[in-house]
């Protein structure tokens, strides 16, 4: 008995030990115990990627990671406002030549008309590698290693790692051309084809001439086909040495150069096709789309969407330095501690997927995310308003070091009045003065303290803040919604509306021919129930102006079929900038790119000819004071037409912990994580403190157990007891 | 058995078949082809000529169920339907919008599925029988009253409420656990599992509880249960011994179709645990619209309900020889 109750006290003891110990380890924490104190950026993403492939890319979070990879010519520099292209792999930022008709040089301030093709010459740096990959690995007698696998070569690889050599090359002028030529691949659809098409000189027909070629060597198969673009010149593109190759356009379009600061125009070395291309490649998920191939900063080593993506530093990556110039608050800011320094500055970047939002935040303020996005439930834990109407984390949030970095997107989200409604669109004084009384009514400046958490601000216009054009306070304020009040500009009283409503033919919000009450249709593709509040809000608006509004909310393929049809007559929608030109919001109502006949943008299907002239003249023009002059007379004309109530310009807030730095919200470069660094040690530190296991609950619990199943136990021994007796 | 079972496996085809139809229909009549292009090639700048070609591409350019312009046989084999259908009972689930394939990405991730599922369905029916079992043999007591009330609380309260609250407690407040995540495989896994097992079996003990208890009073009160206690056996003996087996009937009702099931998944737990399975898989198809993909998991979910169904017929045999399969 002595002996069984000692072995008793020294399993306790040992229990006690082992839970002692542990109690100083985080338990809560979910990476291996291999990577603590390492120099990696843990960071999370709600949505999966659907590719990865440059020529088909185009979203936000397919961005977040090919921006990293891929390299095109020009970058955005990581400091300077408003944003300015810097050269990323080109030695410098082409001037454009221009040529007419005859293919004669004109001078460079021959005006547009007279201008045929522009000629973009790009000249890369020597010297830089791609990643290293399999597509590259090559034998001894420099064969490439992996481009004639058949089944059993095949066997038992699934993913890239699979491949036990890598290689690299260097890169040459021959990729850019070869991934400008993809993008009028058949089978990549990629999104930009049609604008190309309008530019790159030749790219039209080459589509063509892709598709039938691909017919040919396809011959019905649909594995294992490999379109060798090299054999199919492109007017538009071409390579004049290694390192330098043209790209000729159609007239002039100086936003050319932006898109060539995105992925789409990123170099693809034509192994790497050739490589994903072969047999039996696809039914493995071994594909171009899936294992990017690039010669940016970091490369993709673990592609699991559904659960973790991971970029690693490309140990081929060539010479980058963080820039030495900046803003000039940047200093003061710490941003300039490391310029100079060789990028990137974080080893590993490990992306998490989170599809919940309550996970997601706790384990930010847990310290296992060192950023994050600032959640709608979260918001009031998290940020609050100032005295002064900024906005700055809790103290909750202060006491854990954590910072607020706040920007306007370069987006506009606008409640636009379909032009060829008969009752609200138009250009007579009755359809332009209702539009104007909604406009009016409709107060953004409250949505966005109501439903937004202030992360916003109401839109004088189209152009966003950060976009050449925008001017701030009462110089760029809408005058017929907008009064300026002691250099501020205040919206116009609700009385003033009811006058113009009056003057548009609706006195109190009534037919003053039929006297039938105004009622207007508001078409939504926000249909869940949390947008059930923000409609009723919307309704209201227009009660102040005795006008009913009927929300028409479907789902979001109606909504653009009714849009395409011009079966709208008043409508939510938003644009976010592809580059940061006037040009890419004023085209929102340029009349030839109107949704009804051409499937424009131009969902308003605004088409005044002022407007239209004006903007032909300002979209190709180098920013200036003649642009900004026309700029502004293209504003005067739409704020007086209001096609669009004009809505709102987001506000984007991100958290980060004390331990990140470097950090500069950036809404047009895509490629930031190699300026960012980390300091493992304090995260370390903190995310201990943070997280010790609390013990007691499970005592607690154990305990709660044992009493219910006392009295359970108690009565099953008086029951037998009184069997037996 | 077997031509019992060859003859259930003969009228799965149709309902199948049919399953495949509704799923098909139900899909092609929410989205059109160009609402499925439109979704696909992305929000901006998709011209009429890019949706043609999309729709080419993937022979969403052909009628739905009926080829008119084609000949003979083509009139029915020349159609959407029709070409994307006959595959799937092949097994070949084909490619999904982003050009995986489907059948390996299935196999992928059915695992972390099973990772969660079949513990917590193993623990799960372990502790809910015990439960039932206490209950009944303390039937007609407090404990019973409030056990019964207790499971009637616990059953009312949404998953959704367990698994924040799991989340809360343990994970948040505790830091006993990570809040999220999945690992496969070693030790470094079992912490990930063990709050979504725990959430997964605590939010069925309600319901369960209640119903086995039912079932075991149900047979508490018959003849050889009295003959059992007559002759002087326990009553742990006559409950784990008799009235347990005999329960065993009604219990597999319910639990064996599922078996197959666990496969696929759970939405609401993979989606908030992170759990990279079969659950999320779906949720993610039906988000995207990728149609293969929801089709793939609707027919796969069929076929598991059926084997569940046929699994069902063939434990009764097991648990009573009393029932012929012929």
């Given at each position: 008995?002595?002996?069984?109750?000692?072995?008793?006290?020294?399993?306790?003891?040992?229990?006690?030990?082992?839970?002692?110990?542990?109690?100083?380890?985080?338990?809560?924490?979910?990476?291996?115990?291999?990577?603590?104190?390492?120099?990696?950026?843990?960071?999370?993403?709600?949505?999966?990627?659907?590719?990865?492939?440059?020529?088909?890319?185009?979203?936000?979070?397919?961005?977040?990671?090919?921006?990293?990879?891929?390299?095109?010519?020009?970058?955005?520099?990581?400091?300077?406002?408003?944003?300015?292209?810097?050269?990323?792999?080109?030695?410098?930022?082409?001037?454009?030549?221009?040529?007419?008709?005859?293919?004669?040089?004109?001078?460079?301030?021959?005006?547009?008309?007279?201008?045929?093709?522009?000629?973009?010459?790009?000249?890369?740096?020597?010297?830089?590698?791609?990643?290293?990959?399999?597509?590259?690995?090559?034998?001894?007698?420099?064969?490439?290693?992996?481009?004639?696998?058949?089944?059993?070569?095949?066997?038992?690889?699934?993913?890239?790692?699979?491949?036990?050599?890598?290689?690299?090359?260097?890169?040459?002028?021959?990729?850019?051309?070869?991934?400008?030529?993809?993008?009028?691949?058949?089978?990549?659809?990629?999104?930009?084809?049609?604008?190309?098409?309008?530019?790159?000189?030749?790219?039209?027909?080459?589509?063509?001439?892709?598709?039938?070629?691909?017919?040919?060597?396809?011959?019905?198969?649909?594995?294992?086909?490999?379109?060798?673009?090299?054999?199919?010149?492109?007017?538009?593109?071409?390579?004049?040495?290694?390192?330098?190759y043209r790209v000729k356009i159609r007239g002039v379009y100086p936003q050319i150069r932006y898109w060539m600061a995105m992925p789409f125009f990123a170099p693809m070395p034509p192994e790497a096709e050739r490589f994903f291309s072969q047999?039996?490649?696809?039914?493995?998920?071994?594909?171009?789309?899936?294992?990017?191939?690039?010669?940016?900063?970091?490369?993709?080593?673990?592609?699991?969407?559904?659960?973790?993506?991971?970029?690693?530093?490309?140990?081929?990556?060539?010479?980058?330095?963080?820039?030495?110039?900046?803003e000039p608050a940047d200093a003061g800011r710490g941003l300039l501690a490391d310029a100079g320094k060789r990028l990137p500055l974080i080893d590993k970047v490990v992306f998490s997927r989170e599809k919940e939002g309550i996970p997601y935040?706790?384990?930010?303020?847990?310290?296992?995310?060192?950023?994050?996005?600032?959640?709608?439930?979260?918001?009031?834990?998290?940020?609050?308003?100032?005295?002064?109407?900024?906005?700055?984390?809790?103290?909750?949030?202060?006491?854990?070091?954590?910072?607020?970095?706040?920007?306007?997107?370069?987006?506009?989200?606008?409640?636009?009045?379909?032009?060829?409604?008969?009752?609200?669109?138009?250009?007579?004084?009755?359809?332009?003065?209702?539009?104007?009384?909604?406009?009016?009514?409709?107060?953004?400046?409250?949505?966005?303290?109501?439903?937004?958490?202030?992360?916003?601000?109401?839109?004088?216009?189209?152009?966003?803040?950060?976009?050449?054009?925008?001017?701030?306070?009462?110089?760029?304020?809408?005058?017929?919604?907008?009064?300026?009040?002691?250099g501020v500009p205040r919206r116009k009283p609700i009385e003033f509306a009811r006058r113009l409503l009056s003057e548009a033919g609706y006195p109190d919000g009534r037919d003053a021919r039929t006297g039938a009450p105004l009622t207007l249709?508001?078409?939504?593709?926000?249909?869940?129930?949390?947008?059930?509040?923000?409609?009723?809000?919307?309704?209201?608006?227009?009660?102040?102006?005795?006008?009913?509004?009927?929300?028409?909310?479907?789902?979001?393929?109606?909504?653009?079929?009714?849009?395409?049809?011009?079966?709208?007559?008043?409508?939510?929608?938003?644009?976010?900038?592809?580059?940061?030109?006037?040009?890419?919001?004023?085209?929102?109502?340029?009349?030839?790119?109107?949704?009804?006949?051409?499937?424009?943008?131009?969902?308003?299907?605004?088409?005044?000819?002022?407007?239209?002239?004006?903007?032909?003249?300002?979209?190709?023009?180098?920013?200036?004071?003649?642009?900004?002059?026309?700029?502004?007379?293209?504003?005067?004309?739409?704020?007086?037409?209001?096609?669009?109530?004009?809505?709102?310009?987001?506000?984007?807030?991100?958290?980060?912990?004390?331990?990140?730095?470097?950090?500069?919200?950036?809404?047009?470069?895509?490629?930031?994580?190699?300026?960012?660094?980390?300091?493992?040690?304090?995260?370390?530190?903190?995310?201990?403190?943070?997280?010790?296991?609390?013990?007691?609950?499970?005592?607690?619990?154990?305990?709660?157990?044992?009493?219910?199943?006392?009295?359970?136990?108690?009565?099953?021994?008086?029951?037998?007891?009184?069997?037996?007796? | 058995?077997?031509?019992?079972?060859?003859?259930?496996?003969?009228?799965?085809?149709?309902?199948?078949?049919?399953?495949?139809?509704?799923?098909?229909?139900?899909?092609?009549?929410?989205?059109?082809?160009?609402?499925?292009?439109?979704?696909?090639?992305?929000?901006?700048?998709?011209?009429?000529?890019?949706?043609?070609?999309?729709?080419?591409?993937?022979?969403?350019?052909?009628?739905?169920?009926?080829?008119?312009?084609?000949?003979?046989?083509?009139?029915?084999?020349?159609?959407?339907?029709?070409?994307?259908?006959?595959?799937?009972?092949?097994?070949?689930?084909?490619?999904?919008?982003?050009?995986?394939?489907?059948?390996?990405?299935?196999?992928?991730?059915?695992?972390?599925?099973?990772?969660?599922?079949?513990?917590?369905?193993?623990?799960?029916?372990?502790?809910?029988?015990?439960?039932?079992?206490?209950?009944?043999?303390?039937?007609?007591?407090?404990?019973?009253?409030?056990?019964?009330?207790?499971?009637?609380?616990?059953?009312?309260?949404?998953?959704?409420?367990?698994?924040?609250?799991?989340?809360?407690?343990?994970?948040?407040?505790?830091?006993?656990?990570?809040?999220?995540?999945?690992?496969?495989?070693?030790?470094?896994?079992?912490?990930?599992?063990?709050?979504?097992?725990?959430?997964?079996?605590?939010?069925?003990?309600?319901?369960?509880?209640?119903?086995?208890?039912?079932?075991?009073?149900?047979?508490?009160?018959?003849?050889?249960?009295?003959?059992?206690?007559?002759?002087?056996?326990?009553?742990?003996?006559?409950?784990?011994?008799?009235?347990?087996?005999?329960?065993?009937?009604?219990?597999?009702?319910?639990?064996?179709?599922?078996?197959?099931?666990?496969?696929?998944?759970?939405?609401?737990?993979?989606?908030?645990?992170?759990?990279?399975?079969?659950?999320?898989?779906?949720?993610?198809?039906?988000?995207?619209?990728?149609?293969?993909?929801?089709?793939?998991?609707?027919?796969?979910?069929?076929?598991?309900?059926?084997?569940?169904?046929?699994?069902?017929?063939?434990?009764?045999?097991?648990?009573?020889?009393?029932?012929?399969?012929?």
């Amino acid at each position: 008995m002595g002996q069984t109750n000692s072995y008793r006290r020294a399993l306790l003891l040992l229990a006690l030990a082992a839970l002692s110990c542990n109690a100083r380890a985080e338990w809560n924490n979910p990476y291996p115990a291999a990577e603590e104190g390492k120099n990696i950026l843990y960071t999370a993403f709600r949505e999966r990627p659907k590719h990865l492939d440059p020529a088909r890319a185009y979203s936000s979070n397919e961005y977040d990671f090919i921006a990293q990879i891929y390299e095109p010519p020009f970058q955005y520099h990581y400091l300077k406002r408003p944003y300015a292209l810097a050269p990323l792999t080109a030695v410098a930022l082409p001037r454009p030549a221009y040529l007419d008709t005859q293919s004669r040089r004109l001078p460079p301030d021959a005006p547009p008309a007279a201008v045929a093709y522009s000629v973009y010459e790009i000249r890369i740096r020597p010297g830089i590698y791609y990643q290293p990959h399999p597509a590259f690995a090559r034998d001894a007698a420099g064969k490439l290693l992996y481009h004639a696998l058949d089944e059993r070569a095949l066997a038992g690889k699934y993913a890239i790692a699979d491949f036990p050599r890598t290689g690299t090359r260097e890169l040459v002028a021959a990729d850019y051309v070869y991934q400008i030529k993809r993008l009028a691949h058949p089978k990549l659809h990629s999104p930009i084809l049609s604008v190309m098409g309008e530019y790159i000189v030749g790219m039209k027909d080459y589509a063509a001439t892709l598709t039938r070629a691909y017919a040919d060597v396809a011959g019905g198969r649909e594995d294992g086909v490999y379109l060798d673009l090299a054999r199919y010149p492109l007017a538009g593109a071409e390579a004049v040495d290694r390192y330098t190759y043209r790209v000729k356009i159609r007239g002039v379009y100086p936003q050319i150069r932006y898109w060539m600061a995105m992925p789409f125009f990123a170099p693809m070395p034509p192994e790497a096709e050739r490589f994903f291309s072969q047999p039996g490649m696809q039914a493995r998920n071994l594909t171009l789309d899936w294992y990017p191939v690039g010669t940016g900063a970091y490369m993709l080593t673990v592609n699991d969407p559904n659960r973790r993506m991971v970029l690693e530093r490309n140990p081929n990556y060539h010479d980058e330095f963080y820039p030495r110039a900046g803003e000039p608050a940047d200093a003061g800011r710490g941003l300039l501690a490391d310029a100079g320094k060789r990028l990137p500055l974080i080893d590993k970047v490990v992306f998490s997927r989170e599809k919940e939002g309550i996970p997601y935040w706790n384990k930010f303020l847990q310290g296992y995310y060192d950023r994050s996005a600032v959640l709608t439930e979260s918001f009031d834990q998290a940020v609050r308003l100032t005295g002064s109407g900024d906005t700055d984390v809790t103290e909750s949030m202060k006491q854990k070091g954590i910072r607020l970095l706040t920007s306007v997107a370069a987006s506009t989200y606008y409640l636009g009045f379909n032009m060829l409604d008969p009752v609200v669109g138009g250009y007579g004084e009755r359809a332009r003065k209702l539009r104007q009384a909604v406009s009016i009514a409709i107060d953004y400046e409250e949505q966005i303290s109501i439903f937004r958490n202030g992360r916003g601000i109401a839109a004088q216009g189209p152009l966003p803040p950060g976009i050449f054009g925008y001017e701030d306070g009462c110089a760029g304020s809408n005058p017929h919604v907008y009064d300026c009040v002691r250099g501020v500009p205040r919206r116009k009283p609700i009385e003033f509306a009811r006058r113009l409503l009056s003057e548009a033919g609706y006195p109190d919000g009534r037919d003053a021919r039929t006297g039938a009450p105004l009622t207007l249709y508001f078409e939504t593709a926000a249909t869940g129930p949390e947008e059930k509040a923000r409609l009723d809000w919307m309704r209201k608006q227009l009660q102040k102006l005795n006008v009913q509004l009927e929300v028409r909310a479907t789902d979001y393929n109606r909504f653009q079929e009714k849009m395409r049809k011009g079966d709208a007559q008043l409508f939510e929608w938003g644009w976010n900038a592809d580059y940061p030109d006037p040009e890419n919001f004023l085209f929102l109502l340029y009349g030839p790119n109107r949704k009804v006949g051409a499937d424009g943008e131009n969902a308003a299907n605004y088409d005044n000819p002022e407007f239209n002239r004006l903007f032909e003249r300002m979209k190709n023009m180098e920013n200036g004071p003649e642009r900004l002059a026309i700029i502004r007379r293209m504003l005067d004309v739409a704020r007086r037409d209001a096609p669009w109530a004009w809505g709102v310009h987001p506000k984007l807030f991100t958290l980060e912990h004390a331990w990140v730095l470097n950090a500069k919200p950036n809404n047009m470069a895509n490629n930031t994580l190699k300026y960012l660094r980390l300091e493992p040690a304090p995260r370390a530190r903190d995310r201990a403190a943070w997280n010790r296991p609390v013990l007691w609950p499970v005592a607690a619990v154990l305990l709660l157990l044992a009493a219910g199943a006392a009295p359970a136990v108690i009565a099953y021994r008086r029951r037998e007891r009184t069997v037996r007796r | 058995m077997i031509a019992y079972i060859v003859r259930r496996l003969l009228h799965a085809v149709p309902i199948l078949v049919g399953v495949n139809l509704i799923t098909f229909a139900l899909f092609f009549f929410v989205n059109s082809p160009d609402d499925m292009a439109r979704i696909h090639l992305g929000v901006k700048r998709v011209t009429p000529e890019a949706i043609a070609k999309w729709k080419e591409d993937r022979g969403f350019n052909r009628p739905l169920f009926y080829n008119a312009a084609a000949a003979g046989a083509d009139k029915v084999a020349d159609t959407i339907f029709f070409r994307h259908s006959v595959r799937l009972f092949a097994g070949d689930f084909g490619r999904s919008e982003d050009g995986r394939d489907i059948r390996r990405e299935i196999f992928q991730r059915m695992w972390p599925s099973v990772a969660i599922a079949l513990p917590t369905f193993a623990v799960g029916i372990l502790v809910y029988i015990t439960f039932a079992m206490l209950l009944a043999f303390f039937r007609g007591t407090y404990l019973d009253a409030w056990g019964v009330v207790a499971c009637v609380g616990m059953m009312s309260v949404s998953t959704l409420f367990y698994v924040i609250g799991g989340q809360y407690l343990v994970s948040k407040l505790w830091h006993l656990v990570p809040i999220s995540g999945y690992d496969a495989g070693g030790l470094h896994a079992l912490k990930f599992l063990a709050l979504p097992v725990i959430v997964g079996v605590v939010s069925g003990v309600g319901s369960s509880t209640r119903l086995y208890r039912s079932f075991f009073l149900e047979e508490i009160g018959k003849d050889y249960v009295r003959t059992a206690r007559a002759k002087g056996l326990s009553e742990p003996r006559v409950l784990f011994r008799h009235v347990l087996g005999n329960a065993l009937i009604p219990i597999l009702t319910g639990v064996v179709v599922v078996i197959p099931l666990l496969f696929v998944g759970s939405l609401i737990m993979e989606s908030f645990f992170g759990i990279p399975g079969l659950g999320s898989y779906t949720i993610d198809a039906i988000t995207s619209q990728d149609f293969f993909v929801v089709r793939a998991m609707v027919f796969l979910g069929a076929v598991l309900y059926i084997v569940g169904l046929i699994l069902t017929d063939i434990s009764y045999s097991l648990a009573d020889p009393r029932v012929r399969l012929e």
